[in-house]
Structure formats: structure tokens, C-alpha cells
């Protein structure tokens, strides 16, 4: 409890702290952060899609060719695996991040004894803030738990919306290796066997190895389209 001439002091009724050397902020730049979060959001989406329906065009072809069971499991995968991203990428994305308790910054007759227990005065928004809330600049508003804000889903991630952001990084991180072991397997099974074998390439130098090795799989992945 400190006095309330000092430049810090915590109110006896209420319990909110008072900062006088803290002056009121603008919100500068806004409507650049807005702006490069719909851009970050845009090429995340359209990224996931280009993944998703690429993939499917590309590779299940092949994936169904070995075996009809073996093409419904791996469609199977691909949808929970798909809808899972989708749905977690959406919640954290699009959902509210976490709003602190709208609590009036008024007198006795408003307030009741210790509503304001460790509140601080939000200089950007020009209300009471909780002690567990903090001020994003980027999304112009105060965020409950906020842990930080990513360009990425064009939103912050607080209380609200922490558990689907990890939910989606993990099936993003699944998906992501499912999808690199699925082009592995049909390039193996799509391209054409390399005619380089070890006994062949005996007393050639490194930078010609290299060379037609490159040139060898290059040739494969054309006559494989």
C-alpha cells in the first residue's frame, strides 16, 4: 500500500493501481499491422489449400494404384488430418483471443470494495485492465493471458484460443510429415529407376558424378509427368 501522493499508489477501496507516470499512447501504424496480418493469413491459407488439393491430384493416383484398401486408408488420414489443421487453424485465427472482465473505472457508489484488486488503467483503451491482461498493439484491444501475437493467424493467443493454437500446431507439424513421407513413397513408385549404379560411375571425378546424377533425375522427373 504506498500513498497517494506517490507517482505509484494502490487505491485503499478498490485495489487498483495507479501509475501518474504513465501518459496516454496513440495507436500508430494500426492499420499497417492489420494490413500485414490479412497477408500473412491469406498465404497461410492459401498454402494449406495448395497442400490439401495438390497433394490429393498429385499423389493419391499412385497411392491407389498399389492397392484400393491401401488408397482408403490413406484417404482416411488425409481428411481427419485435413479437417483437424482446418478446424484448429479457423478457431485460433478467427476466434476472440481472450477479452478481460468490463469492469467500470468509477467511484464507491460504482465499484464495490477491492472489484479492482491489482487493475491498472489501460492507456490504449481507456479502461480498467486485469492483472493477467495485456495490451496488444496489433489487434488494438487487451488480451486475457495474452501470450503473444502471431502474424501468422492474424490474431493474439491468450485464454481464449491458446488450447486450439496448439492443436493446431501440432496436426500442422503431423500433417506436415505425413505429407513428406507420402511424396517420398510415390516418387519411389512413380519415378523411373536411375540407370547409374556404383560400378559404373568408378573413376569419374565428384563434379561429373554430381552432374549426371542431377541430370539422370531431372530426365526421370520429366518422364514421369
Same mark, same amino acid.
Given at each position: 500500500?504506498?500513498?497517494?501522493?506517490?507517482? %505509484?499508489?494502490?487505491? $485503499? !477501496?478498490?485495489?487498483?493501481?495507479?501509475?501518474?507516470?504513465?501518459?496516454?499512447?496513440?495507436?500508430? &501504424?494500426? $492499420? !499497417?499491422? *492489420?494490413?500485414?496480418?490479412?497477408?500473412?493469413?491469406? %498465404? *497461410?491459407?492459401?498454402?494449406?489449400?495448395?497442400? +490439401?488439393? $495438390?497433394?490429393? !491430384?498429385?499423389?493419391?493416383?499412385? %497411392?491407389?494404384? *498399389?492397392?484400393?484398401?491401401? /488408397? +482408403? @486408408?490413406?484417404?482416411?488420414?488425409?481428411?481427419?488430418?485435413?479437417?483437424?489443421?482446418?478446424?484448429?487453424?479457423?478457431?485460433?485465427?478467427?476466434? &476472440?483471443?481472450?477479452?478481460? #472482465?468490463? +469492469?467500470?473505472?468509477?467511484? =464507491?457508489?460504482?465499484?464495490?470494495?477491492?472489484?479492482?484488486?491489482? =487493475?491498472?488503467? &489501460?492507456?490504449?483503451?481507456?479502461?480498467?485492465?486485469?492483472?493477467?491482461?495485456?495490451?496488444?498493439?496489433?489487434?488494438?484491444?487487451?488480451?486475457?493471458?495474452?501470450?503473444?501475437?502471431?502474424? @501468422?493467424?492474424?490474431?493474439? *493467443?491468450?485464454?481464449?484460443?491458446?488450447?486450439?493454437?496448439?492443436? @493446431?500446431? +501440432?496436426?500442422?507439424?503431423?500433417?506436415?510429415?505425413?505429407?513428406?513421407?507420402?511424396?517420398?513413397?510415390?516418387?519411389?513408385?512413380? !519415378? #523411373?529407376?536411375?540407370?547409374?549404379?556404383?560400378?559404373?560411375?568408378? $573413376?569419374?571425378? /565428384?563434379?561429373?558424378?554430381?552432374?549426371?546424377?542431377?541430370?539422370?533425375? @531431372?530426365?526421370?522427373?520429366?518422364?514421369?509427368?
Amino acid at each position: 500500500m504506498l500513498p497517494s501522493c506517490a507517482s %505509484v499508489f494502490k487505491c $485503499g !477501496w478498490c485495489g487498483a493501481i495507479t501509475d501518474h507516470n504513465k501518459k496516454k499512447h496513440d495507436e500508430k &501504424c494500426f $492499420g !499497417w499491422r *492489420v494490413l500485414r496480418d490479412r497477408c500473412f493469413l491469406s %498465404v *497461410v491459407m492459401v498454402f494449406m489449400f495448395f497442400v +490439401i488439393l $495438390g497433394g490429393v !491430384w498429385a499423389i493419391y493416383p499412385v %497411392v491407389f494404384s *498399389v492397392s484400393l484398401l491401401w /488408397g +482408403i @486408408f490413406h484417404s482416411i488420414i488425409t481428411t481427419i488430418l485435413s479437417i483437424a489443421t482446418i478446424s484448429f487453424f479457423s478457431l485460433a485465427a478467427f476466434r &476472440c483471443a481472450g477479452t478481460p #472482465p468490463n +469492469i467500470l473505472w468509477g467511484s =464507491y457508489p460504482t465499484v464495490g470494495k477491492g472489484d479492482l484488486d491489482n =487493475y491498472r488503467f &489501460c492507456h490504449y483503451c481507456l479502461k480498467p485492465k486485469s492483472p493477467r491482461a495485456h495490451h496488444c498493439r496489433s489487434c488494438g484491444k487487451c488480451i486475457l493471458d495474452m501470450d503473444h501475437h502471431c502474424p @501468422f493467424i492474424g490474431n493474439c *493467443v491468450g485464454a481464449a484460443n491458446h488450447y486450439s493454437f496448439i492443436c @493446431f500446431i +501440432i496436426s500442422a507439424v503431423l500433417s506436415t510429415n505425413y505429407v513428406s513421407i507420402m511424396a517420398v513413397y510415390s516418387s519411389w513408385h512413380m !519415378w #523411373p529407376p536411375l540407370s547409374h549404379t556404383l560400378g559404373r560411375l568408378k $573413376g569419374i571425378t /565428384g563434379r561429373d558424378v554430381a552432374w549426371r546424377i542431377m541430370n539422370e533425375i @531431372f530426365i526421370a522427373f520429366l518422364s514421369s509427368l
